[in-house]
């Protein structure tokens, strides 16, 4: 499974445009890249998923360049609500053997007013 | 849809004691997922079940505990006996056939064993 690595914390504040990236130097072929959002006391959330290029949905966007060794969560205008911890994960989309998904240990973001 | 439910949402013990966490998942998916987490190891998978059968349980930490998913809509995580260290937040999840990547996690079931 290809390991992925992203900041431990970021900062920000209310209206700012945030971008978390992560790397997976060892992606596969197959492997999709994944992001999840997780509030305190909550389980973690999927929120955008993308094998190449550019994915946008109504919560984020994902931007992934053409080596596909690293990728980028874009949250446009960030409010207090978005603080969160935001996890990477790299692996095959359909799950099964070769798609477990690890947990690292995310990035934290926390939006100040 | 409800989506995947939990019960009990909190749950306190004593050491030895013999405790069941349950789990729902959401209805149509054949992916069912146990997750452990703590602040010290982060999020960790214990085991995951397709069309009800066991796939990998790898991550289950040792013999005391169990997972069964008798039927689509139910599992169950048990611990026995109980000890201090299994203290935790324990998720369940669930997803669709062949999109095991995009899973719905519970709310969760915060574990704690005096």
């Known amino acids: ?113 | 849809d409800a989506g995947v439910i939990q019960s009990p949402r909190h749950e306190v013990t004593e050491m030895g004691q013999e405790v069941t966490l349950r789990c729902k998942p959401i209805s149509g998916h054949d992916y069912l997922f146990w997750y452990r987490q703590t602040m010290m190891r982060g999020l960790e998978l214990l085991i995951y079940f397709n069309n009800n059968v066991p796939i990998d349980d790898s991550g289950m930490p040792e013999d005391r505990f169990s997972a069964k998913m008798p039927n689509a809509s139910f599992s169950t995580l048990k611990i026995q006996p109980s000890e201090p260290r299994d203290s935790a937040v324990y998720f369940c999840a669930s997803s669709r056939p062949d999109r095991g990547s995009e899973q719905y996690f519970g709310p969760g079931t915060r574990l704690t064993v005096t």
């Open chain 1, 1 to 113: 499974l290809a390991k992925t690595t992203q900041p431990i914390s970021m900062d920000s504040y209310e209206g700012q445009e945030v971008n978390i990236t992560c790397s997976h130097n060892n992606i596969a072929t197959n492997d999709y890249i994944t992001w999840y959002q997780q509030f305190p006391s909550q389980g973690p959330r999927f929120i955008i998923q993308g094998y190449k290029t550019k994915v946008t949905n109504e919560v984020a966007s994902l931007f992934i360049p053409a080596d596909r060794k690293s990728s980028t969560l874009s949250l446009p205008r960030v409010s207090l609500s978005d603080t969160a911890v935001y996890y990477c994960l790299v692996g095959d989309r359909g799950g099964g053997s070769q798609g477990n998904l690890i947990f690292g240990k995310g990035t934290k973001l926390s939006v100040k007013p």
